[in-house]
């Protein structure tokens, strides 16, 4: 099993920038897939950004050129740099890891909030 633990959330004024960070523990995660998921209120939660072990990224049209998306396999963290936020990345973000035959695993969330 995989514990997924994330942080960096807060309260952002539009145009800026925050970091989340997913710290995983309990085994290696070098070789999981490593995504970001959102749900916003009263919706349903979709793919954010996801890093392969190669690794390869893939972004949702509506964050392509603002986030980024990376891993550090020697720390066990992933993070979502966050750039030219907007109202609408309000959300709560959730870590996934995901492995073939290890399984699939979310962490709690963290709470973005993007308001002026």
């Known amino acids: 099993q995989v514990q997924l633990a994330e942080s960096g959330g807060g309260l952002v004024q539009p145009g800026g920038s925050l970091r989340l960070s997913c710290a995983a523990s309990?085994?290696?995660?070098?070789?999981?897939?490593m995504a970001w998921y959102r749900q916003a209120p009263g919706e349903d939660r979709e793919l954010v950004a996801f890093?392969?072990?190669?690794?390869?990224?893939y972004y949702a049209d509506s964050v392509k050129g603002r986030f980024t998306i990376s891993r550090d396999n020697d720390k066990s963290l992933v993070y979502l740099q966050m750039n030219s936020l907007k109202p609408e990345d309000t959300a709560v973000y959730y870590c996934?890891?995901?492995?073939?035959?290890?399984?699939?695993?979310w962490g709690q969330g963290t709470l973005v909030t993007v308001s002026s």
């Open positions: 996934n890891a995901w492995h073939r035959t290890a399984g699939n695993y």
């Open positions: 309990g085994r290696i995660i070098d070789n999981d897939r």
């Open positions: 890093i392969t072990s190669e690794p390869v990224t």
